[in-house]
């Protein structure tokens, strides 16, 4: 069974990092075809795409907010890392990871986690 | 990228079918096949309802479908049941290894 869950910080300051893990199982992010992306969806609004990152560690941003993120791995702990760099009011989401499996369901997000909440303000 | 245009609400009765279009160019909908839609409970994460336009993933009820004409897909629900109210999400490549969504549709069932 495939599981996504992500953690962070429900509260961060303006101008702070934010820093967002997703630990998955299921799958492995070594495995051809497989993808991590984050995604973010602010309070009664729709989702945004925000980065991804590949089975071969080929990495894509947001164009919008490449300058602001970085994505990263660690494979032997089946973690992806999103950090979001000079948080803003504007940046308060639910942040999802979602899995990619290209050879079953092409570029699709095929599977969510629940999601964590995060708020900016002073 | 800007969002996809999706109308913001539709409502049917139960059985039904509805058709939530999502509109985009030709650097998007119109150029690539890949094109899914999400469906989103409230509260909930989205699950994956359609992919590659028209291809349903495992699991989901052949009642949803998808179909495109230019740059515009759509996703038809058939048969509507009450626990198909939900906020329905269209997703689209965009070239350069980025995605971009709708800007989500409300779907009341009466």
């Known amino acids: 069974q495939v599981t996504l869950r992500e953690s962070g910080p429900a509260l961060v300051k303006p101008t702070q990092t934010l820093t967002l893990t997703c630990t998955f199982s299921?799958?492995?992010?070594?495995?051809?075809?497989?993808?991590v992306s984050w995604i973010r969806q602010p309070p009664g609004k729709a989702l945004e795409w925000l980065a991804r990152?590949?089975?071969?560690?080929?990495?894509f941003y947001s164009t919008f907010l490449q300058t602001r993120l970085t994505i990263s791995r660690d494979t032997s702990k089946n973690q992806v890392v999103l950090t979001v760099t000079n948080m803003d009011p504007v940046d308060t989401a639910t942040y999802y990871c979602?899995?990619?499996?290209?050879?079953?369901?092409?570029?699709?997000?095929?599977?969510w986690g629940l999601g964590t909440k995060v708020i900016v303000s002073s | 990228q800007s969002a996809l245009t999706q109308p913001a609400s539709v409502s049917g009765s139960p059985g039904q079918s509805i058709t939530i279009y999502c509109t985009g160019t030709?650097?998007?909908?119109?150029?690539?096949?890949?094109v899914s839609w999400y469906q989103q409970h409230p509260g909930k994460a989205p699950k994956l309802m359609i992919y590659?336009?028209?291809y349903r993933p495992s699991g989901v009820s052949s009642r949803f479908s998808g179909s495109r004409s230019g740059n515009r897909a759509s996703l038809t629900i058939s048969g509507l049941q009450a626990e198909d109210e939900a906020d329905y999400y269209c997703?689209?490549?965009?070239?350069?290894?980025?995605?971009?969504f709708g800007g989500g549709t409300e779907l009341t069932v009466l």
């Open positions: 590659d336009v028209s």
């Open positions: 990152i590949d089975w071969d560690d080929d990495k």
């Open positions: 997703s689209s490549y965009t070239g350069g290894s980025t995605w971009v």
């Open positions: 979602a899995r990619t499996s290209r050879y079953s369901t092409s570029f699709a997000f095929d599977i």
């Open positions: 299921g799958f492995s992010l070594t495995t051809s075809g497989m993808c």
């Open positions: 030709s650097r998007d909908v119109g150029g690539y096949k890949y």
